[in-house]
């Protein structure tokens, strides 16, 4: 993260904080090793076999979910009894197994980026520049598009088949078409939608129901909870009429739109020196990195879900003390703590609703927080700054950022904090804080894409390279300093922002 890497240097300048001693401490050192070198192991074996390798990976991820359900469903007794082996469940599970499934993960996605950055290796010499001055890696970053195994872009292929099945049934059409939103989810809870939009839904949310706005937050709703931002989607979804539009024709033009870099980075190294070797690597690379680099949203799909699976626990031992009246609401246990949990299971003696209450309302004081720091130190020290302004005319100032996914477009700002209440117009550039897979719906209708935080690997990069929308991130103060309505050219390839007339 570029902005995050400005406050960085800052920090290790700083005298204050300089090691008091020379070197790293052999027990660091071991530790390291234990880390990297099954780290490089895996990453080599990635590479050579990446389509059975990446089979494994998620194979044995899902296998630990599995178990992970069945010691859940396993979990015997009183409220109490329950609380406490579900509190002592997690962390045995944490420390038994996903130490490797998450090496497995890091080392996929390492292969893919260590092929995605091989071809920028191989391509910056012998590529015709862009305006930017950086047409090679414009190319570069067009492989990715249109990634497969994605579960993000899975998802939304997925929900455009509900809205297809909805779309074709008429009375599921209808409902949708008359009610509201709110009626629609509630119905769906109570299982009184019709036929075809209820089978459809479930099966959806069997599969991607753990997933939620601020999904990394266990204590956030989850869709199976609430689906009714999804319904909100699917609502969009079926105004879509043109063939163009449709999320499986963007996604086929994107993955079209690689192809077609693939062989424009290929003509580019082909008459450089040793050419047939270099054209034999870009391949190589390009294959690796679209086996490999869509699993970049694989290890937080499998830790949402792995939340889900415990959250869903949870709510269901807080019901039992909310009804014993113990708790005042069934979530009040996710704002505890796992070593409080436990205390709490043990029957100990204190004001555990005084201390629920007290966190609630800090959890609610915190939403009238404007920004974020990018980075915290110890001391209580902040980083706010992201990629900043050019200096010049404020009034016309050029916004300066991280560019993520190459194009230039203009268009009407639209300033976002929360995709449920979006409201976005098609064309309209996205502007917004950052963004978790519930933004993703959202990228099929915006032009562009403007975050105040992220990188290159960031969720809204990956998924608007995959989209074929310019996006910059990083961009400081982004949504105070634009305005809904205000006209602006985004540039993914040189990462300006250019407030307009």
Known sequence: EPSVQQALRQVLDDPRLLPERQGIRLQTRMRLARFLF??????????????????VILMRSEDLLVR???????????????LAQLSALLPALVEEKLPAVFIRFVSGVAAGMASLNLLNVLSKDHFPSNAAGNGWHDRVMEVTRGLPNNPTTEMDLALWKVAQS????????????????????????????????????????TQYGARGFCEIDAGRVRWREDPEHVIEV???????????????????????????????????????RRGWLKIHLVRLAASRVRALLGMRESPKFFMVRMMGIERESLLAC?????????LDQPDDLVYLSLTELQRFAARETFDWRGLIAQRRAAYQREFQRRQIPRLLLSDGRAYYGGMGVQ???????????????????????????????????????????????????????????????GGMMTHGAVVAREYGIPAIVGVDRAT??????????????????????
Not at 422 to 446: K, M, N, Q, R, Y
């Open 391 to 453: 200096p010049g005319d404020e009034a016309n100032a050029t916004l300066i950022g991280s560019p993520v996914s190459p194009g230039s477009v203009e268009g009407a700002v639209r300033v976002v904090f929360d995709p449920r209440q979006a409201h976005l117009l098609p064309g309209e550039i996205l502007v917004c804080p950052g963004t978790d897979p519930s933004w993703t719906p959202l990228f099929l209708t915006a032009a562009g894409l403007v975050m105040e935080v």
């Open 166 to 205: 909805i779309r074709h049934d008429a009375e599921s059409s209808a409902a949708f078409e008359a009610r509201t939103n709110a009626e629609l989810a509630r119905q769906y809870l109570d299982g009184e939608l019709p036929e075809t939009a209820q089978r459809v839904l479930t099966a959806f949310l």
């Open 480 to 501: 105070r300093r634009l305005k809904t309505g205000q006209r602006v050219r985004v540039d993914g390839s040189s990462g300006q922002i250019i407030l307009l007339p």
């Open 68 to 82: 992970l359900q069945m010691r859940n469903a396993a979990i015997s007794g009183d409220r109490f009894e329950k």
């Open 318 to 326: 807080g019901r039992e003390f909310a009804a014993a009246g113990e």
């Open 234 to 272: 699917l609502r969009g979804y079926l105004q879509i009429t043109s063939e163009d539009r449709a999320p499986d024709r963007v996604f086929q033009r994107s993955a079209e739109q690689a192809q077609d870099a693939v062989e424009a980075l290929v003509a580019g190294v082909r008459s450089s």
């Open 38 to 55: 099954p780290l490089g192991y895996n990453m080599i074996r990635n590479w050579l076999t990446p389509e059975k390798r990446r089979e």
